[in-house]
């Protein structure tokens, strides 16, 4: 719904229908007939945020509630927000037009460390002050989750309550509080105080932080009774738990323009680099029925051709086969696509093949993550080059004619050696393919590989690590495209200061919060867009506020140094991790949880139980 003054800016600006609203399965309600009005806000353009699952289902939670409106709010781009401060438009939620300011609950989504100075951005221009501790009433209430949530230090000024984990049950639990605390006049500190006793609720204003001289931290103290350890919140059963009838249909083109179906949740692999793959155990699996039951009412509400299978490891769901079976009854008799991201090289199977040639061809691809089988020994992938070289044969014959593998530069222990294997990988996928008597003739073969930096992140094997230097990083690219020596591999890689910055970001304490802030008031925004990330203004910013970014990008820490996120408890043990950080110095791996089970304790969130199969759980 749109006002008279949105409607004048809007045909000053590119794309005017990310900020209209009305599309296809946007829920609309009586604002007079509703007790509390939730602005879900996504940090990023219209184009990020419309692709983002979590997103999706939480609107329709909270909207499955009677006295409950959520609606979506998304980060105008430059040249919107240039218009709204110009016209004086505050920033405004989609489905009624009406200003997010008059809200009762404000929530963001932290699904990268880049979007922080969105956060403060969208709230200034919405006419709500940044800092929580300028915001006296109880409404709104401005919370966050999503896997940034996981370290929420350097945000803890500005956001009122963190989610911790899963939000499908504990989004309503702070819901039901807040339409309580409204009914009984309560103040914002007594809302707040009784949220930090909502499991998976962490409040950051009811703990003090101190220091040591040497700059890392003291202790974490919790206060007004708040729980000392703050333990995330997960789903226990996926089949049960609700999952949306229909998705919001974008006017314009997306990221991700398709039906995405979650078909598990956690890994079992316990790659030492990857956050996700701690972050969202245990595993948990949908049963097949559940799954095509409810794509096949998802593509009957949306109009999708293409149902995307989600997971961090798709060729890992036990039931994949059943389920392929299961959906290619009807999908291919009404053209829908099946894509599956997230394969896995070592389980990538003849029968699985089979399957996907009866959907639409794209390229192929598998992430290796290092080059050579000595790191990726260390980083615990337990994928063999012989695996690579396999699959890539096996796509060649299945008729697949380009593959793209990704890898990561800056891993702990790596050398140059490990860099000049990247390529080295991808010239083998190349001769196999022209070894390959079965494939399509006529056409050549193009190899992709894109490498990432490594950022060491919380709650990982590699917590402790050192983030490579810009100047390590960047020598290594050169190196990288050195040893390039066939046009049939083509090369794209990160900017190593945006890296950098994730890095900073990602292991940092609350410190860090007047970097951010003075970054944005500088101009910053965006900066996750090339085009829109100003470096030079990032390093004004911590030198004005008297913080050195290499303390948290740069530096080893030690296993007893009190971390930003020790009074979170995302479920994993701590002696567990460093027993992982020790092995992969020696390049020893760890079998998958379905072989042994390392004792990594995230079963007890889930009493105990443990979806994975392993054989000997501890």
């Given at each position: ?323 392929l079976d299961e959906m290619l009854a009807w999908t291919v008799d009404e053209n829908v696509n099946i894509a599956l991201p997230s394969l896995r090289v070592d389980n990538f199977s003849d ?268």
């Amino acid at each position: 719904m749109v006002n008279k003054k949105v409607e004048k800016v809007l045909p000053l600006v590119q794309k005017p229908a990310r900020y209209t609203g009305g599309e296809l399965n946007s829920v609309i309600k009586d604002k007079n007939k509703v007790n509390l009005r939730y602005a879900f806000c996504f940090p990023d353009s219209y184009e990020i945020g419309m692709s983002h699952l979590g997103l999706k289902i939480l609107y329709s939670i909270a909207n499955e509630r009677e006295d409950c409106w959520c609606e979506r709010v998304f980060a105008p781009w430059v040249d919107m927000e240039e218009q709204m401060r110009k016209n004086s438009i505050p920033l405004y939620a989609l489905e009624s037009g009406d200003y997010i300011k008059d809200f009762d609950i404000i929530g963001f989504t932290l699904q990268y460390e880049l979007s922080y100075t969105n956060v403060l951005n969208m709230l200034d221009l919405a006419g709500i002050p940044v800092r929580s501790e300028d915001r006296h009433s109880l409404t709104p209430i401005v919370f966050a989750g999503g896997p940034c949530a996981c370290n929420p230090e350097p945000m803890a000024d500005y956001i009122d309550l963190f989610v911790l984990g899963e939000g499908e049950e504990v989004n309503n639990e702070v819901l039901d509080l807040l339409k309580e605390c409204k009914k009984n006049g309560d103040s914002k500190r007594e809302f707040l105080k009784k949220a930090s006793h909502i499991g998976g609720v962490y409040v950051p204003s009811l703990y003090d932080v101190t220091y040591k001289a040497d700059g890392t931290i003291k202790a974490v103290t919790a206060k007004d009774g708040a729980p000392k350890k703050v333990t995330k919140r997960i789903i226990s059963d996926l089949d049960k738990v609700y999952y949306p009838k229909s998705f919001v249909v974008p006017f314009i083109e997306v990221v991700h323009d398709r039906v995405v179906h979650e078909i598990l949740r956690g890994c079992i692999r316990g790659c030492r680099f990857c956050q996700a793959g701690f972050l969202y155990r245990p595993i948990r699996q949908k049963k097949p029925d559940t799954i095509n039951c409810q794509a096949r009412a998802l593509c009957d509400a949306t109009g999708y051709d293409e149902i995307s299978l989600s997971s961090l490891s798709t060729s890992d769901y036990t039931y994949l086969s059943q389920l392929l079976d299961e959906m290619l009854a009807w999908t291919v008799d009404e053209n829908v696509n099946i894509a599956l991201p997230s394969l896995r090289v070592d389980n990538f199977s003849d029968e699985l093949m089979e399957k996907l040639k009866k959907v639409r061809k794209s390229g192929l691809t598998f992430a290796p993550e290092a080059g050579t089988q000595r790191l990726r020994d260390a980083i615990n992938k337990n994928v063999t080059e012989e695996e690579v070289l396999k699959t890539a044969r096996m796509s060649f014959e299945g008729g697949w004619t380009a593959v793209k593998l990704y890898f990561m530069l800056g891993l702990p222990t790596e050398t140059l050696e490990d860099v000049a294997g990247i390529p080295a990988l991808a010239q083998k996928v190349v001769d196999e393919f022209y070894k390959t008597p079965d494939r399509v003739k006529g056409r050549g073969v193009s190899v992709n590989i894109s490498v990432s930096s490594f950022v060491p992140k919380p709650f990982t094997p590699f917590q402790w690590d050192p983030q490579d230097t810009m100047e390590q990083l960047t020598e290594k690219q050169h190196y990288l495209l050195k040893c390039v020596t066939s046009k049939k591999i083509g090369v794209s890689y990160h900017h190593v200061n945006t890296s950098f910055l994730e890095g900073v970001f990602a292991r940092g304490d609350r410190r860090l919060g007047a970097v951010i802030e003075e970054a944005w008031k500088n101009g910053c925004k965006f900066d996750g867009w090339d085009e829109q990330f100003h470096f030079e203004t990032w390093l004004e910013a911590f030198k004005k506020c008297g913080v050195d970014p290499a303390f948290y990008a740069n530096r080893r820490r030690s296993y007893d140094e009190v971390l930003p996120w020790d009074h979170l408890d995302y479920g994993i043990r701590k002696q567990f991790l460093i027993d992982e950080s020790e092995k992969a110095r020696r390049s020893e791996t760890t079998p998958h949880c379905r072989i042994k089970c390392a004792g990594c304790g995230t079963n007890r969130l889930n009493g105990g139980k443990c979806d994975a199969l392993c054989k000997d759980m501890v």
